[in-house]
């Protein structure tokens, strides 16, 4: 990657254009001639990050910071911060629609009815959507209030992705939850009465989870018929709690045991497989992440937020502050983007592989020049030393990883790092 600014508090890029002659002039810095050629720009999501919980769990890497006595977060502010930090970021995607929104955190649902119903208007008095527009919250049970759910799909959103992890409360102690078994089945029953499209989040290879309670997790959250599910594996992420002092986890023979068992339990059940951790019934895979691994672009406001935006010469990375009273600061000052930079000629294949190889039906050949604006050229000696491997297929109209190469993901997605 090519570090080429970092953004400061003076940067042009960052704080909101006075004008549209102004704005043009942001636009112009990013639409000069440069090393790509993209013929089309990608679809355009938008993500909006909320940074607070009611409680730090002990796996978390996110970025994520209690609220005050659980609950108290500077709501109003916030708020205020998000519409200045998507007006000044609208001369970098001057005249795109919005294909997906997705609201994430931290728990989102901790924002009042009144708070979320402010933020979608001002997103869609500030940018066009699609007519079909995802829109999804993450949502974690503790937070479930029957009325503030209905509101929520009032003002919009139309999908919802629930943060059940276990049912079994046992292990949801362990994991430092605030919910228990049944208020973890009383958020997906709220969920049921005002959404149909909604995601369970499951978790397994938990602290001295066994097979038959693994089983149990995936078969109740099926009973729910819920359209989309995600099933991670626990990990014990850096600078977290669990790495500190971790948790006596299943071994390797173990949790392999419990990822053949959810691959049976989910095909026996209709849901597709069609990325790591991601299964879906037809018609309901998840389009906002399914952008993010099509290498789409994606605009992220908010505390930490990331964002990858395409242009006809150029592919930009941004993060924002991470921490939210450093961000609203920014914000205020004009510039919350604390870093920037293009991607890399160089880079660009690992990075686009890093994201296309996560999906199990692969891609079409064609994906990688209107993404990247490079010919597949680039990657083809890593290409052809993936398949010799066997862990890579490959035709005309399609590459996608081998079912060794699925299970070798990490080693896959390396041997494009000299691309
Ligand atoms: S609720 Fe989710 S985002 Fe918040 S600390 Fe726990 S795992 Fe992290």
């Avoid at 979608?120 to 527009?133: F, K, M, Y």
């Avoid at 799909?153 to 102690?173: E, M, P, T, V």
């Avoid at 419990?258 to 879906?280: F, K, R």
């Avoid at 490079?374 to 491997?389: D, G, P, Q, V, Y």
Wanted: proline letters at 5%; aromatic letters at 10%.
């Amino acid at each position: 990657m090519i570090p080429i600014k970092l953004v400061g508090a003076t940067s042009k890029a960052a704080r909101p254009a006075r004008d549209i002659s102004e704005a043009a002039g942001v636009a112009a810095k990013y639409l000069q001639a440069g090393a790509l050629n993209l013929q089309a720009l990608p679809p355009l999501s938008l993500y909006i990050h909320f940074p607070w919980c009611v409680k730090k769990c002990p796996y978390c890497d996110f970025n994520s910071h209690e609220a005050k006595d659980g609950q108290t977060f500077p709501e109003q502010e916030y708020l205020e911060a998000l519409r200045s930090d998507l007006e000044m970021a609208l001369p970098l995607i001057w005249g795109r629609k919005i294909y997906t929104i997705f609201i994430g955190g931290g728990t989102p649902s901790l924002m009042s009815a009144a708070g979320l119903d402010r933020l979608l208007s001002d997103v869609r008095t500030l940018l066009p959507l699609d007519s079909d527009c995802e829109i999804t919250m993450e949502a974690n049970p503790g937070t479930f209030e029957a009325e503030k759910f209905k509101s929520y799909r009032a003002s919009g959103i139309n999908r919802l992705s629930i943060g059940i992890q276990s049912f079994n409360s046992g292990h949801l102690k362990a994991l430092g939850r605030i919910h228990d078994g049944n208020e973890a089945k009383r958020a997906v029953e709220i969920a049921l009465a005002n959404f149909d499209n909604f995601n369970l989040d499951l978790m397994y290879a938990l602290p001295s989870q066994t097979l038959e309670e693994a089983r149990h997790d995936v078969e109740t959250a099926m009973a729910f018929k819920p359209p989309h599910l995600s099933l991670y594996h626990l990990t014990m992420e850096p600078n977290t709690l669990f790495a500190k002092y971790p948790p006596a986890l299943p071994d390797d023979d173990a949790s392999a045991d419990m990822q053949d068992l959810i691959a049976e339990l989910t095909a026996a059940n209709g849901y597709g497989q069609y990325e790591v951790s991601a299964y879906a019934k037809e018609g309901h895979r998840a389009r906002h992440n399914l952008n993010y691994w099509e290498f789409g672009d994606y605009l992220g406001i908010g505390a930490g937020a990331h964002s990858k935006l395409s242009f006809p010469h150029r592919i930009l990375r941004q993060a924002r502050y991470k921490q939210p009273k450093a961000y609203m600061e920014q914000v205020r000052l004009g510039a919350p983007v604390q870093e920037e930079y293009e991607i890399g000629r160089a880079d660009m294949g690992f990075e686009f592989m890093l994201n296309t190889l996560r999906l199990h039906g692969g891609f079409d050949p064609k994906l990688f020049g209107e993404r990247t604006g490079l010919s597949l050229n680039a990657i083809e000696k890593n290409l052809n030393a993936a398949e010799a491997k066997g862990l890579l297929y490959r035709d005309y109209k399609l590459i996608k990883p081998t079912a060794l190469g699925q299970r070798f993901l990490n080693d896959l997605q390396q041997m494009f790092l000299d691309g």
